[in-house]
């Protein structure tokens, strides 16, 4: 698959996340992918820097319009640690940590952030409103509870299986209570 119709699939699977996410400004994305999948390949085998390039360029298009901060998932091999603008993580005190993403240490995407980021760091962990994941590298632990399954209507980005998540406040009280 060509790279105009990879970036055309991956916004609408990202309008499909905002839609019924119904994020507003100030709230966070997350994103979890794996370059390697996209391109066919196997998770953490054959990495891809410019397609985490050009997704990273895609996701910042469509969301620093709206002013929706883009938070990016490493991989294991940094503890799943999260590129975020430092100006996020200062308003949420969100605890920064010292990694710098690379290749085979964060991945492709996490590089292209620390790259495309105004002022990136890495924390450890975030509370993000909505998310996708592309190629199923969980992102759940970084999406705020209670969390609800969203079904994109493009289910793969290239080889990449994608799902996604948003959040919703959680529903308290007994049998008398109103939503």
């Not at 969301?63 to 799943?80: F, S, T």
């Not at 105004?118 to 909505?130: G, K, L, S, Y």
Request: glycine share 8%.
């Amino acid at each position: 698959m060509e790279k105009a119709q990879l970036q055309q699939d991956l916004t609408t699977i990202v309008n499909d996340v905002l839609a019924a996410a119904e994020l507003k400004a100030g709230d966070t994305f997350v994103l979890g992918c794996t370059t390697s999948e996209i391109v066919g390949g196997t998770i953490g085998k054959n990495s891809s820097q410019e397609t985490g390039q050009w997704v990273i360029e895609t996701l910042k298009s469509i969301l620093d319009p709206q002013k929706i901060y883009l938070a990016v998932q490493g991989c294991e091999h940094i503890n799943r640690a999260v590129v975020v603008e430092r100006e996020l993580a200062e308003k949420k005190d969100w605890e920064i940590v010292s990694v710098k993403p690379a290749l085979h240490a964060g991945g492709s995407c996490s590089v292209a952030a620390f790259e495309q980021f105004t002022d990136p760091v890495e924390v450890e962990h975030i509370v993000a409103q909505a998310g996708i994941d592309i190629g199923d590298t969980s992102i759940g632990m970084h999406v705020k509870y209670v969390q609800v399954p969203v079904r994109p209507s493009i289910k793969e980005l290239g080889g990449a299986h994608v799902t996604a998540l948003r959040s919703r406040p959680k529903y308290i009280g007994g049998p008398r209570a109103t939503y």
